[in-house]
């Protein structure tokens, strides 16, 4: 059993920043993929940025230059840095993981950002 638990979401006002955390316990391995993805009401949950075990790392045109992914292997904890947020960004974020083939959730923290 793999368990995520994700933390730091909240309510910025736009142009400010937040970090979200993500750690996972459990029965972990060897972890391929850690990333953050986001849903909005009514729309399909899309990719925002992810980071394999190397380190490579992949971000949704959207947040390019404002999100930024890292990771800690050795507390198996993902985070995401988001600066410059936008009314746009307002989502429930999710972490997930990718581990042998099968793919984990968190429960997912809400990001809200309005004046």
């Known amino acids: 059993q793999v368990l995520l638990v994700e933390s730091g979401g909240g309510l910025v006002q736009p142009g400010g920043s937040l970090r979200l955390s993500c750690v996972a316990s459990?029965?972990?391995?060897?972890?391929?993929?850690m990333g953050w993805y986001r849903q909005i009401p009514g729309k399909q949950r899309e990719l925002v940025a992810g980071i394999s075990s190397g380190g490579s790392t992949y971000y949704a045109d959207s947040v390019k230059g404002r999100f930024t992914i890292s990771r800690d292997n050795a507390k198996n904890t993902v985070y995401l840095q988001m600066n410059s947020l936008k009314a746009e960004d307002t989502a429930v974020y999710y972490c997930?993981?990718?581990?042998?083939?099968?793919?984990?959730w968190g429960q997912g923290t809400q990001v809200t950002v309005s004046s």
């Open positions: 459990g029965s972990i391995f060897s972890i391929d993929l």
């Open positions: 997930g993981l990718t581990m042998r083939g099968n793919d984990y």
